[in-house]
């Protein structure tokens, strides 16, 4: 379980089939161990192999087919999370690292010292987006501003903006999307 806060950057250093291998920093590196899991981009992976400034993954068919880590290229950032611990704050929400699927983005447009950015994302998962509700784009605990039955917007602060891998998105990128899981019950229970 994660909290959505992204507390590390990696970059993609290589894929060879089901494994891929990040590059983070030592101090990533340092908290984890074979079978940790960590978040890659908003999906819960575990750890396979590590070194003191790498580590690796593998990852199956499924998780590819319903993420856009296949997508990812040498040298991509992603961000990165750790296990939520007991001791931890939840400053975001409680995100599983299970994405439910992709969303691409639509447009970036500037407003005072935030982005807002549109993402397009299919009625399966729009179902479950609500105005000021929260969902997870690429692991990072974000609030819709707007929503409708294709699309979401939420608003990245300058922080956010900088500290994680958004401030390289371009239009017409694809990001993994988790909506929230209290909406997921409360449909379920309908």
């Known amino acids: 379980m994660f909290t959505g ?22 101090n990533f590196c340092k908290k984890i161990r074979n079978g940790t899991s960590v978040s890659v981009n908003g999906v819960c992976l575990t750890v396979s192999k590590k070194t003191p400034r790498m580590f690796s993954v593998e990852i199956m068919p499924e998780t590819l087919n319903k993420t856009m880590l296949e997508n990812l290229k040498t040298d991509d ?14 400053s975001g929400h409680i995100v599983q690292g299970h994405a439910d699927g992709i969303a691409k983005l639509t447009n970036i447009a500037k407003q005072g010292i935030s982005h807002i950015l549109k993402f397009s994302v299919p009625r399966k998962l729009s179902r479950y987006m609500v105005r000021k509700g929260s969902v997870a784009v ?36 694809f990001v993994n999307i988790e909506v929230d899981i209290l909406a997921k019950y409360v449909k379920r229970l309908k």
Request: charged content about 15%; aromatic content about 10%; hydrophobic content about 45%.
């Open 77 to 90: 950032l992603v961000n990165l999370e750790l296990p939520l611990t007991p001791a931890d704050f939840i």
């Open 5 to 26: 806060i992204i507390t590390h950057l990696g970059k993609l250093k290589k894929k060879a089939g089901a494994t891929f291998i990040f590059a983070a920093d030592l």
């Open 138 to 173: 690429n692991g990072i605990s974000l609030t819709i501003a707007e929503g409708g039955k294709n699309y979401f917007t939420v608003g990245i602060i300058p922080y956010t903006w900088t500290n994680t891998m958004l401030h390289t998105i371009k239009k017409n990128d």
